[in-house]
Structures are given as structure tokens and as C-alpha cells.
């Protein structure tokens, strides 16, 4: 079936450093693909998303690129800053079905 | 708009009382979805609706949990007996098109969550 994985956190980063989240999919047909971020305390909210192959979702300094070929959507931001810190997950939306599909997130911390 | 909507924000109640959650989602959106999230289970989703049915429930833990969506803007979780091990934070989310016909895709809106604490 139809599956999101993304690498491990915690994942402690300094102020201005870059920033990759991996994102690998698992699906048939052509899903979307999304990042969503949750900060302490609150609910998720979409940060970006794809919806086809070679698509570039932004956002906020926040960059991922649905790579068919290589079935992934890693989220990169060339300088991160201390309000960045939070948990971030990848999701896919297959449009074979009616599925919604999460990773299992991935916490970020920066430090000043 | 004021998105999703959920109420209480937090809840504290004893074992084996009912607890029932709340969510209205956006206005015009057709499609519903309750999660809940912990940490050593992550993010689950428990159920989604479209168009007020339940499309699938295969997420729901047990008997004990139900939820209800009696029209386009009102949604309930309802736990009874409620247990410790039901503690989480409870979302609901909303998308706004019919996912199950035109197997499109659309982005979820997610509400603040429920804080759940069973004593």
C-alpha cells in the first residue's frame, strides 16, 4: 500500500545553518505530496505542497521538489532560524483512493 | 475564515466517564477526518467522513469510541467508558473536495486538538 518515510529526528540544528528533512513515498498512481509543520502546542498546518512530478513546492524559505524517480520530496531551507523549531511531517494524498498518509515526523530544534 | 473549530481545548476527566469531542469544520468543506496523536504512536487517524458518511472507520481502537457527523458542520468523538490509556491530543481536519468520487486531491485543514487527560 501507500506509505510516507522520513528520517528520524530529534534533529538540532544552529541558527543560519541548512536545513534537509527526508522524504521518501511509497504509491501507485500519481499521489501529491505535502509538508506540514507543527509548532508547540498547536494543530498542523500546511507548510507546502506538490501535486505532480517535478513540481516545486515553497514556502516561508522552505523548498521540496517531487522527484518521481527517485520517489522522494525532501524539504531543505538554506538558513533556518530559531522560530523554524517544531515538528515537521511529510503526507501523501493518493489519487487512487481515498487515503491521506502521514510520516511519522520528524522534530527540529535550533539553536540560537 | 475562521478554520477548523474544536472544542474543549483541553479536557480532564476520571476513568470510565464519557468524554465527547467537538469540531466544526471549514464552511463548504465536505470532507472530515479525526486523528489522534501520542507520542509513542504518532499521528492515527480514526476516521473520516464525506459528505456527513463514514467512509472509514478501520482506525477506530474499539467499541468504546464512536463519532457522529449529523451535518456538514458538526462533528463528535465520543469515548465511552473512557480510559487512561485513551490520554492524547485529539484533531480534526477538514478538506474540501469529494475525495471519494472524483478521487481528487485536496489538502487538510487541521484544527488546534483536544487535550485529553483520563484520570
Known amino acids: 500500500g501507500d506509505s510516507v518515510t522520513q528520517m528520524e529526528g530529534p534533529v538540532t540544528l544552529s541558527e543560519e545553518a541548512f536545513l534537509t528533512i527526508n522524504c521518501t513515498y511509497t504509491?501507485?498512481?500519481?499521489?501529491?505530496l505535502f509538508w506540514y509543520v507543527q509548532y508547540p502546542g498547536e494543530g498542523l498546518q500546511l507548510l507546502l505542497k506538490a501535486t505532480k512530478a517535478d513540481d516545486k513546492g515553497s514556502n516561508k524559505g522552505f523548498e521540496a521538489t517531487y522527484r518521481k524517480e527517485t520517489t522522494s520530496f525532501h524539504l531543505e531551507k538554506g538558513s533556518v532560524q530559531v522560530s523554524d523549531s517544531a515538528v515537521y511531517f511529510c503526507?501523501?494524498?493518493?489519487?487512487?483512493?481515498?487515503?491521506?498518509?502521514f510520516g511519522t515526523g520528524t522534530s527540529l530544534t535550533v539553536i540560537p | 475564515d475562521a478554520g477548523v473549530i474544536q472544542s474543549p481545548r483541553h479536557e480532564v476527566t476520571e476513568m470510565g466517564q464519557e468524554v465527547t469531542l467537538r469540531c466544526k469544520p471549514i464552511s463548504g468543506h465536505n470532507s472530515l477526518f479525526w486523528y489522534r496523536q501520542t507520542m509513542m504512536r504518532g499521528l492515527e487517524l480514526l476516521i473520516y467522513?464525506?459528505?456527513?458518511?463514514?467512509?472509514?472507520d478501520s482506525g477506530m481502537p474499539e467499541d468504546r469510541f464512536s463519532a457522529k457527523m449529523p451535518n456538514a458542520s458538526f462533528s463528535t468523538l465520543k469515548i465511552q467508558p473512557s480510559e487512561p490509556r485513551d490520554s492524547a491530543v485529539y484533531f480534526c481536519a477538514s478538506s474540501g473536495r469529494d475525495r471519494v468520487v472524483a478521487g481528487v486531491v485536496d489538502t487538510q485543514y487541521f484544527g488546534p486538538g483536544t487535550r485529553l487527560t483520563v484520570l
Open positions: 503526507a501523501l494524498s493518493s489519487n487512487t483512493g481515498n487515503q491521506f498518509y
Open positions: 467522513f464525506n459528505n456527513n458518511v463514514p467512509i472509514d
Open positions: 504509491a501507485t498512481g500519481y499521489p501529491s
